[in-house]
């Protein structure tokens, strides 16, 4: 058994025009599962996609930032893509890049889409986009925040096993 656990966490929120407030109230709330966390000795990854597959926005969301595809979302200059331990203010950066604004995605909420797209070649070996994110000995959580259901293309099923199968055939959980 490791001495920590790593956990590799993502959340895919939803960017449509009704999730302002509950992109806001997932900030406020936070504060609980990171403290949980702390406490447990985890060593986490935390990323922040939105669910647009279609297309991007530019100077979005409070504080401004771009919204991409698949792209972990921050606040250049501000708060880094992937949040950890070592994160100084954790709170306040996870709620600078979950309020993503409501720009983009009232075509299709795609949560497991996006995800997919975050994980998988080019975005996720690429280390301006999400390189970085994904570690081959850290448990992966996906996290879908929406209030519409999922729009993602393909079966249910599709995602299930590309998700299950990062982290190897035999890990179920």
């Known amino acids: 058994q490791p001495s920590q656990v ?6 895919a929120i939803d960017n449509s025009g009704s999730m302002s407030d509950d992109q806001q109230a997932l900030a406020d709330n936070f504060s609980t599962f990171i403290n949980w966390a702390i406490t447990l000795d985890v060593d986490f990854h935390i990323g922040v996609i939105a669910t647009e597959v279609n297309s ?21 200059n501000q708060t880094p893509k992937i949040i950890t331990n070592t994160t100084p203010n954790i709170n306040s950066a996870f709620t600078a890049n979950v309020n993503i604004g409501d720009c983009c995605s009232d075509e299709q909420e795609a949560g497991l889409q996006a995800a997919w797209m975050a994980l998988s070649p080019p975005l996720v070996d690429d280390p301006t986009k999400n390189g970085g994110f994904l570690r081959e000995d850290a448990k992966l959580y996906i996290i879908a925040v929406s209030d519409e259901q ?24």
């Open 6 to 11: 790593k956990s590799d966490v993502l959340f």
């Open 150 to 173: 999922d729009q993602s293309k393909g079966e249910t099923d599709f995602y299930v096993d590309f998700f299950q199968n990062i982290k190897g055939p035999r890990n179920t959980d």
């Open 56 to 76: 991007g926005d530019s100077n979005v969301g409070n504080p401004r930032r771009d919204i991409e595809p698949g792209v972990l979302v921050y606040v250049p």
